[in-house]
């Protein structure tokens, strides 16, 4: 049974950082691509960052790239969202989602199965 669950989110202040863990069971997360998503109060879901089946292919939304950071440690089967230079607008609940297709996209149509996610705030 495919399972992913979020951790590491909290109330950071602007300019902190944060790293998200994506805890992954029921299959290997080196065998898939992996995404990171976020959705802010209000707003729809959208993609932020996503890293391929061999972690050699990264991809990152415009309004993050340079501040955030995808890996995967596939010792613990887990995918990371490091982070940095926080601002009140990066605050939403963050979801990880894995997808069978062999793409490596932010596209959330794409992806098959989701975590419940995990709220990250930024505020002073």
């Known amino acids: 049974q495919v399972q992913l669950v979020e951790s590491g989110g909290g109330l950071v202040q602007p300019g902190g950082s944060l790293r998200l863990a994506c805890a992954a069971s029921?299959?290997?997360?080196?065998?898939?691509?992996i995404g990171w998503f976020r959705q802010a109060p209000g707003k729809e879901r959208e993609g932020v960052s996503c890293?391929?089946?061999?972690?050699?292919?990264?991809y990152y939304a415009d309004s993050v790239k340079g501040r955030f950071t995808i890996s995967k440690d596939s010792s613990k089967n887990t995918v990371y969202l490091q982070m940095n230079s926080l601002t009140p607008e990066d605050t939403a609940v963050y979801y990880c989602?894995?997808?069978?297709?062999?793409?490596?996209?932010?596209?959330?149509?794409?992806?098959?199965?989701w975590g419940q996610g995990t709220q990250v705030t930024v505020s002073s």
């Open positions: 890293i391929s089946t061999s972690g050699a292919t990264t």
């Open positions: 029921g299959f290997n997360v080196e065998s898939y691509t």
């Open positions: 989602a894995v997808t069978k297709r062999w793409t490596v996209t932010i596209d959330l149509a794409e992806y098959d199965y």
